[in-house]
T-cell receptor
Framework: GENVEQHPSTLSVQEGDSAVIKCTYS??????FPWYKQELGKGPQLIID?????GEKKDQRIAVTLNKTAKHFSLHITETQPEDSAVYFC????????????FGTGTRLLVSP | EPEVTQTPSHQVTQMGQEVILRCVPI?????FYWYRQILGQKVEFLVS????????KSEIFDDQFSVERPDGSNFTLKIRSTKLEDSAMYFC?????????FGQGTRLTVV
């Protein structure tokens, strides 16, 4: 079945450093790849997404890259800040009007001041 | 900013009891979803709902589960006879197209 692997499970960085989280997916028909940030006690919040016709997308300090051939995509956060500390989930779906998101296992990011 | 709201935030129920989790999706969204997250694990898809019927459901969504949109605003998940393993955070989501907006979740504890 569909599966999304995510690494690392935990990531500790110093404030100002960059953080990279990587995901691989199994369903070659996946065409939509969102990243969600989940803070304690809250629901997942979309921070950036990318579609399969694009290789890279950037939004201020956050960027996502997609390699369709290798079936992997990555989240890059530059100039990390303590408020970036949270659990980050990647997801993949085949968008067909509605979508069923298949989530990765999550990465707990800790940014130390 | 519009948001998906879920009630209650925390529900404790005895094994075998029925529970109803409630959600108010964003008003102009057309697609509705339930996901669940067992403590410390990934978020898992349960069911999608469009035009008053289920579009897709996962293996988790067995006969004990049902969804309903009883009026123009609410979207509910019912678990008929809860089991210990149903304890999890349940998230409702809605989408206008691709971007899924999630509620803050209902923590269900089955004792």
């Amino acid at each position: 079945g569909e599966n999304v692997e995510q690494h690392p499970s935990t990531l500790s960085v110093q404030e100002g450093d960059s953080a990279v989280i990587k995901c691989t997916y199994s369903d070659s028909a996946s065409n939509y790849f969102p990243w969600y940030k989940q803070e304690l006690g809250k629901g997942p919040q979309l921070i950036i997404d990318i579609r399969s016709n694009v290789g890279e997308k950037k939004d201020q300090r956050i960027a996502v890259t997609l390699n369709k051939t290798a079936k992997h995509f990555s989240l890059h956060i530059t100039e990390t800040q303590p408020e970036d500390s949270a659990v980050y989930f990647c997801a993949a779906s085949r968008y067909t009007g509605f979508q069923k998101l298949v989530f990765g296992t999550g990465t707990r990011l800790l940014v130390s001041p | 900013e519009p948001e998906v709201t879920q009630t209650p935030s925390h529900q404790v129920t005895q094994m075998g009891q029925e529970v109803i989790l409630r959600c108010v999706p964003i008003s102009n969204h057309l697609y509705f979803y339930w996901y669940r997250q067992i403590l410390g694990q990934k978020v898992e898809f349960l069911v999608s709902f469009y035009n008053n019927e289920i579009s897709e459901k996962s293996e988790i969504f067995d006969d004990q589960f049902s969804v309903e949109r009883p009026d123009g605003s609410n979207f509910t998940l019912k678990i008929r006879s809860t089991k210990l393993e149903d304890s999890a955070m349940y998230f409702c989501a809605s989408t206008p197209n691709t971007e899924a907006f999630f509620g803050q979740g209902t923590r269900l504890t089955v004792v």
